[in-house]
């Protein structure tokens, strides 16, 4: 096969030991961008394409490295903290250079598949170990950067190394079709199946995705879809029967998950310097996860309540 | 726990520990008597005054019974090991910070009268007095007489002041065949022995093995009395049970499960009572009784909810055992360790796995009790199952206080088989057990293993080589260097292994001394007798090594982390990236980096640290690992073994920062250096496999005597046996690239944290400090501090 590992691409996160996406103990590669715009979305920073700057004011001693460092006089030291004027800043990273505390972080690094590979390796014995451990691809949405995606999980399937993708489905099926040869398994994500819901919560509609996981059934990939819970905005018995009434149609579909909504991501919106949108919404009771499972149950479709 | 084990539990954890002098009477009472006669029938005879005048209880419901002293956690003197600093620190001893205990105003008084007898009479005082003539003089200016240690970098504190302990004796031998059968086996030795010296010992063992058999029909007619008004029917039949059974054992071979523990825990406690020594183990205690256990259930005899409340009594036994430190050694062992170590699966001597019921059963005991002695320990091999994994995993997060460690076969046997001097046999190596906190040793078959243990601060080393010999703290050149040069990271390291030779060499002389004065003073004829086959040697322990057993002497390097870390940033800020001269560093470093908190924090967080699995800083740790080890190989203990390495620091590494400046890491002066083997606090930023790939890199074959990696949690990922499950299969890839033993606490920063705010609240928090577990508001505030500031995974 060709190899062509100096393949590059945008990626703001590589965890260890992930042992929630996926069979066994798994390194998750988190990909840089994503077309949705999920108001809950709970990884903030992988949204953009490009880098972020992002500022933890508990880290920063103020010493103004970064203000003699910005180019383009962006920064500015308060009582507040430092104050960051986003219009003026072009992620030249120099600040970031400057900031020893690593108050100051720019979220996302260009690397190469080898490097990503490189990486993954080293926990192999894991892997191993733990039966079936390997990668698994997310973000951001990993299929934004197709060529990158592709080649990354290409190099990971020929070294032996089980391949995972966790995918919002937004994204031409051919980008699918080509990784799904590579693919071990497939999270899928469904948000609402009322296509106007669809854009208002995300920004995009949902055409595409439920095509993309209707035609996913002609392969022979395992599919678990993952389903947010996020209360009143997608957790109406009316959306959650007409998921369950769509994946019971869908024979890969091995499983649903229910994931709870949760406000874990709140801190990086402050980091980004942006409001978190959801403020008003708490996290639902186990109770309220039980009677959406109870949908899905009813229809014989096999659910699983994240905790 | 059934209300029984519930209510013991409470008055064992609750009774407030307190000084008890009946040891130091009866012992100061004999020793007068005895003066003049050979030393070994001296400790016989005092350890029978002892036995018999002590005074002994038996609690309400108790079913297993032996004390150590006169109340629970209650603890004895030692005098004859050493009474300046009882002297000197008596009167504090109810208010000090660390490790308090109660004395009453007449006791204290009494106390202060009878160690008048010992003076100059001591072990210390042999120590010291050997020391004198062994060391030279330039040594002897060096050496703090205080602190027992040279330029605050090697100390042997511990092993001129308290007994050695660190042993695991051949328990299988008091259960097959009785006290009375070791009587026999001595007196028939004794038949023809013309050496007089021979002769003293086989008398002393006679001797003592009469007062602990005395000891037991002491219980035994407590009991009777007991029995007698008792108006519980029920009570009063337990009564009658524990008479019987304490007529029975340790004198005669045991016959029930029931009794194989009450034999078990005279011959243990009496051990605890005859020498002040710590890490006292069990050995493999699923070995030793599950045969016991599985007769007695064909027979009818026993329930296994039975067996499990007879563990848990056992258990709470271990929890009364005490032992009061002086100050310097508090700091050393901070939460009233006693180490009292009890291992659990592996494999048989035949190479099968060894898994019984007994394994599941004593981790189940050890997770429902929820107390930090004894500390059960785990053998993984290739060959344990998934289900005894998972079990054990289950075991941790139900203790909550790191309660079982995990320990690999793969690399303790080999380590146990490339030991120099010891020629151990592949079925020895098989039967390991851990004693004390991480040292591999075979029950029964070492003989005590501290004989003078040595501890080198490495980050203390490290600082000393970086400004060229001289102690920046006070200006003083401690060390003439051979090495001036610095300018490139081989020349620093060239300058780090000359201080490490120079006080490598001091070892086997610090270790003369005191192994000389425990031969001297302070044999111990009842635990020799049960070990390997001193009876026929006619020999103590502590004459050392027999053709027959195994001798490896512990030396603990400090601090592996901090060092590694400061290596690695003087190589990387200054000979790979140039950021400072090396003088630059050493000034920020002279200062606390005061005024340099930008470029401290560029050393603390943007330069690579162990934890992270970089091999090029994993390397450095490697490289002091195998310059000790390999250097050490070449001597011969004096009791005629190997030295073995360890990288556990117990808690010596908040003493053990104090004295050690800021550090090119990044770290500030007189802050703790890193726990034993693990990563420096917060340093470990890649996630779990990360940093078990980094501590698995530095090899551990050659760490004879053990380390220790300390990893930290939050309960989250446990929720969900798949998140367990995947748990064991962390350890299990940890294993698989070569660890040799890992330990967890898993508990939230939150609640550590509200811990120190309301320390009464969380009065029963445990966490697992070092080879052992403590209650987490014993603990020193900078130790507690920096278990906060250790890296906690999630999952």
């Keep these: 096969m060709d ?21 066994g103990i798994r390194t998750q590669v988190f990909f840089k961008g994503c077309p949705l715009r999920c108001l809950w979305c709970s990884n903030p920073e992988g949204m953009s394409f490009g880098p972020n700057l992002m500022y933890t004011r508990l880290l920063c001693i103020a010493c103004g490295a970064c203000v003699s460092a910005c180019p383009r006089d962006a920064l500015q030291l308060t009582g507040e903290g430092l104050q960051i004027d986003r219009s003026k800043c072009d992620l030249c990273g120099e600040c970031v250079n400057g900031c020893t505390s690593q108050a100051l972080e720019l979220n996302s690094s260009v690397v190469t598949v080898a490097q990503i590979v490189d990486e993954v390796e080293r926990d192999r014995v894991f892997y191993e170990v733990s039966g079936g451990g390997g990668v698994t691809l997310c973000g951001g949405e990993a299929l934004a950067q197709p060529a990158f995606a592709l080649e990354l999980l290409k190099q990971c399937k020929a070294r032996g190394v089980h391949t995972a993708i966790e995918t919002c489905g937004c994204c031409p099926f051919e980008a699918l079709e080509q990784a799904i040869r590579y693919l071990d398994f497939i999270f899928f994500d469904i948000k609402h199946m009322d296509a106007a819901e669809h854009r208002s919560l995300t920004e995009a509609g949902n055409a595409v995705i439920l095509d993309n996981l209707r035609k996913l059934q002609a392969f022979n990939v395992p599919i678990v879809v993952r389903v947010p819970v996020i209360p009143t905005l997608n957790d109406s018995t009316e959306n959650m029967e007409a998921i369950a009434a769509f994946v019971a149609t869908l024979p890969k579909v091995r499983a649903v998950e229910l994931l709870p909504y949760h406000r874990l991501g709140a801190g990086k919106y402050r980091k980004l310097g942006v409001d978190y949108p959801l403020d008003a919404i708490a996290a639902p009771s186990p109770a309220a996860m039980q009677k959406v499972k109870a949908i899905f149950d009813r229809r014989g479709v096999a659910c699983i309540v994240q905790p | 726990m059934n209300d029984r084990i519930a209510r013991l539990k409470d008055t064992v954890i609750h009774t407030y520990p307190e000084i008890c002098n009946d040891r130091l009477k009866a012992i100061t009472a004999s020793y007068r008597e005895t003066e003049g006669m050979p030393m070994v029938l001296r400790r016989a005879r005092a350890l029978q005054r002892i036995l018999t005048d002590m005074q002994i209880y038996i609690m309400n419901g108790e079913l297993i019974v032996g004390n150590q002293q006169f109340q629970p956690k209650s603890a004895p003197w030692f005098p004859e090991f050493s009474v300046q600093w009882i002297e000197d620190e008596i009167d504090d001893l109810a208010t000090r910070r660390l490790d308090p205990f109660r004395i009453t105003d007449d006791k204290r008084a009494e106390a202060k009268e009878l160690i008048q007898y010992w003076k100059g009479k001591t072990h210390r005082d042999l120590c010291l007095k050997k020391l004198d003539e062994m060391l030279s003089a330039e040594m002897k200016q060096r050496y703090d007489i205080h602190r027992c240690n040279i330029n605050q970098t090697l100390g042997n504190l511990y092993h001129t002041i308290t007994g050695d302990g660190h042993i695991i004796v051949d328990y299988a031998k008091v259960l097959s065949r009785g006290l009375s059968g070791v009587r026999a086996e001595a007196a028939a030795r ?54 019987r059974v304490c007529r029975q054992v340790p004198e005669r071979p045991a016959e029930t499960f029931r009794e194989a523990l009450q034999s078990v825990w005279f011959a243990h406690v009496v051990i605890q009572i005859e020498s002040s020594g710590q890490s006292i183990s069990f050995g493999r205690f699923d070995q030793l009784l599950n045969g016991f256990y599985q007769r007695d259930i064909e027979r009818g005899i026993l329930s296994r909810q039975q067996a499990l409340e007879l563990l848990q009594c056992f258990f709470l036994k271990a929890m009364e055992v005490n032992k009061v430190r002086d100050w310097g050694c508090t700091e050393y062992n901070t939460g009233y360790a006693m180490y009292q170590t009890l291992t659990v699966g592996g494999q048989t001597r035949d190479g099968q796995d060894a898994t019984n019921d007994m394994t599941y059963l004593l981790l189940e005991a050890t997770a429902d009790l929820k107390v930090q002695e004894p500390t059960t320990v785990l053998r993984v091999h290739k060959g344990t199952p998934d289900e005894l994994m998972n079990a054990a995993v289950n075991a941790l997060i139900e203790h909550r206080g790191g309660l079982p460690s995990f320990f690999s076969d793969e690399v303790a ?63 003083v050149q401690v060390f003439r260097p051979e090495h001036t040069k610095l300018d490139s990271f081989e020349d620093l390291w060239q300058a780090y292994e000359e201080q490490l030779r120079y006080y ?71 000979f790979d990236e140039g950021a400072f001269t090396l003088e630059q560093l050493r000034d920020m470093t002279r ?81 703790a250096l890193s726990d034993n083997h693990s990563p420096s606090p917060g340093a470990e930023r890649k996630g779990p496999t990360a940093a078990m790939r980094s501590v698995a890199a530095t090899g551990h074959e050659k760490i004879g005597m053990g380390s220790l990696f300390n990893m930290k949690f939050t309960p989250m990922q446990f929720r969900t046996p798949e998140g367990r499950e995947k748990f064991a299969d962390l350890i299990g890839g940890f294993f698989g690239l070569g660890g040799y033993q890992v330990q967890f606490n898993i508990v939230s920063n939150e609640t550590l944290r509200e811990a120190q705010r309301d320390p009464v609240k969380y009065r029963d928090l445990i966490v697992k400090v070092a080879g052992y577990s403590a209650r987490f508001t014993d603990l020193d505030v900078q130790l507690q501090d920096q278990l906060i500031a250790r890296t906690i995974f999630g999952g």
């Excluded at chain 2, 007062?211 to 108006?231: C, Q, S, W, Y």
């Excluded at chain 2, 086997?508 to 001394?513: D, E, F, G, R, W």
């Design chain 1, 3 to 23: 190899s062509r590992t100096d393949v590059a691409g945008n990626v703001f996160n590589l965890e260890r030991y992930a042992i929630h996406d996926g069979p």
């Design chain 2, 190 to 243: 004794l038949v023809g022995e013309s050496d007089p010296t021979k002769s003293d010992f086989l008398h002393a063992v006679i001797i003592s093995i009469d007062a602990v058999i005395r000891f037991a029909h002491r219980f035994a007619d407590l009991a009777a009395a007991k029995a007698a008004g008792e108006p519980d029917p029920a009570r009063k039949q337990e009564l009658l049970e524990i008479e």
């Design chain 2, 413 to 475: 046997i080999p380590l146990l088989l490339r030991q120099p001097y010891n020629g151990i046999t592949l079925e020895d190596a098989r039967d390991w057990a851990v004693m004390g906190c991480v040292e591999p040793t075979v029950p029964g078959k070492y003989i005590p293993s501290t004989g003078g243990t040595c501890m080198i601060n490495l980050a203390k080393m490290f600082e000393l080589a970086f400004h060229g010999g001289t102690n920046p703290e006070t200006g």
């Design chain 2, 504 to 574: 490598m060499d001091l070892i086997p002389t610090l270790m003369k001394a005191t192994c000389a004065a425990y031969r001297e003073l302070t044999p111990t004829p009842f635990l020799s007798a049960l070990v390997s086959d001193r009876i026929a040697l006619a020999s103590d322990v502590f004459d050392g090594k027999g053709p027959n057993d195994y001798d490896v002497e512990l030396m603990e390097i400090h601090g592996l982390g901090t060092a590694t870390d400061a290596l690695a940033a003087v190589k990387i800020a200054v």
């Design chain 2, 591 to 671: 200062v606390n980096f005061l005024g340099y908190e930008r470029e401290r924090l560029y050393l603390k967080n943007k330069v690579a640290k162990y934890g992270n699995d970089i091999p090029e800083v994993d390397t450095i740790a490697k490289r002091i690992i195998d310059t000790v080890a390999d250097y050490m190989a070449r001597f011969v203990t004096p009791r005629g073994g190997c030295y073995g390495l360890s990288t556990q620091t117990t808690t010596c590494n908040v003493p053990d920062g104090r004295v050690v400046g800021a550090t090119p890491d990044g770290r500030l002066a007189h802050e």
